[in-house]
């Protein structure tokens, strides 16, 4: 396979290779972005929160789904930035264009997540606080 004038051998696909480089990129990610960290910290809480305060298998299903979009998307704006600094290592207004977008996506939806988060737990947590 020729790429960018370079020839590359293509490598047969197995699962368990597909895997690994998988869990390279993920291992890759958690290295170098703070923000993954913290997200994998907040699911640890949202988790336990669902065990805490009872939530029901619907609401729990409703959190993983969240959660693994959140993850992903933090995921995508890791290959946006890695991408754009490989293809235009200086300074360009549209290259932080790019980055700025790819972190955005992200905020709008780790926003929407703790929105919906706090519809779900907020209720509980007064009731277990007993305010309600």
């Known amino acids: 396979m020729k790429l960018l004038g370079r020839r590359f051998k293509k490598e047969k696909k197995t699962a368990k290779g597909t895997?690994?480089?998988?869990?390279?990129g993920i291992l890759y990610t958690f290295n170098t972005e703070m923000n993954f960290r913290v997200h994998l910290i907040a699911t640890v809480l949202v988790l336990l929160a669902c065990y805490i305060l009872e939530a029901s298998v619907f609401e729990?299903?409703?959190?993983?789904?969240?959660i693994g979009l959140v993850i992903a998307f933090e995921l995508i704006n890791t290959v946006v930035e890695v991408i754009v600094d490989m293809v235009e290592p200086r300074y360009n207004p549209l290259a932080k264009v790019a980055k700025d977008t790819a972190a955005g996506a992200v905020l709008v939806m780790a926003v929407i997540s703790a929105v919906v988060g706090l519809i779900i737990?907020?209720?509980k947590i007064l009731v277990f606080i007993g305010i309600i």
């Open 19 to 24: 895997i690994k480089n998988a869990l390279e």
């Open 60 to 66: 729990i299903i409703v959190c993983l789904i969240l």
């Open 121 to 123: 737990f907020l209720p």
